[in-house]
């Protein structure tokens, strides 16, 4: 099968399984006709239809179309005994009708137990495009095909969405009259914002080993500092006399030098 088909077919057992509920394995009613195709162009029927269908499947067939195949006798053997590999589907018909007006009766008027038929009866498809939610397969030159789905089914499709759609509108509108009201929680004014905490954090107070410490080391620099006071003191006590011998003596020889230079000039 071809990619673009492969997906074509994906997306439209997708919206039968959304719209209307169906579910892998897939139901699928084979009639009479369809068994003597697959056996005369030796189609694997089982196996294509579940490529179509995109997942897996329950072949069925009813006992009247099994019944049509009987009355053939031997020149559709293969085709009874095809047909017996699938699963009986019971019709309670009690006497044999026509394989068509047994899968329409089957199927009824909105095919409840999501059947996918197989046929290859013209009319009858027909017929079935007019019930919704019916997919319909059909063997064409060797090739099986699902059909696209009839107007009737996308009405339906639409009319459900609307459906889900209305219900749930209700439902919102039910839990808001129902639900109690609450006021509004104040809005927040702007404002200048605080410093950051970890920037002012308070610093840490020192140990009383350390504060003890520190008491003790200014007691001694104090000390140090009154001792080198009194030694200045002192040298500059013992000192005194002899500066002022110096200065005595520097004044004296300034004398001599005007002195000089005044005789000199004279």
Do not use: W
Request: overall charge positive; charged content about 30%; aromatic content about 4%.
């Amino acid at each position: 099968m071809r990619q673009k088909r492969a997906k074509a077919y994906r997306k439209l057992m997708h919206l039968y399984c959304q719209s209307f509920g169906f579910r892998q394995p897939y139901q699928v009613l084979v009639d009479a006709e369809t068994c003597r195709m697959a056996i005369s162009h030796k189609i694997d029927i089982v196996k294509q239809l579940g490529t179509v269908l995109q997942g897996e499947i329950k072949p069925m067939i009813t006992q009247c179309c099994i019944h049509e195949l009987y009355l053939q006798g031997k020149p559709q053997q293969d085709a009874t005994d095809l047909a017996k590999t699938f699963e009986r589907r019971k019709c309670n018909h009690k006497e044999p009708i026509a394989g068509d007006d047994c899968l329409l009766s089957v199927v009824g008027d909105s095919n409840k137990h999501r059947y996918v038929i197989t046929t290859q009866s013209h009319p009858l498809r027909v017929q079935l495009r007019s019930i919704p939610a019916t997919p319909i397969v059909h063997i064409n030159r060797s090739v099986v095909v699902l059909e696209p789905p009839s107007d009737i089914t996308l009405q339906a499709k639409t009319r459900a969405e609307e459906q889900v759609l209305h219900a749930t509108i209700l439902d919102k509108d039910h839990t808001t009259a129902s639900a109690p009201k609450t006021n509004p929680l104040p809005k927040k004014k702007k404002g200048p914002k605080g410093p950051n905490p970890l920037s002012v954090k308070k610093k840490k107070a020192p140990p009383a080993n350390q504060s003890k410490a520190n008491e003790v080391e200014n007691v001694v620099r104090v000390g140090v500092k009154r001792q080198r006071e009194d030694t200045d003191n002192e040298d500059s006590e013992v000192r005194s006399p002899s500066s002022q011998d110096e200065h005595r003596k520097r004044k004296r020889k300034r004398k001599h030098a005007k002195s000089a230079t005044h005789t000199i000039s004279e």
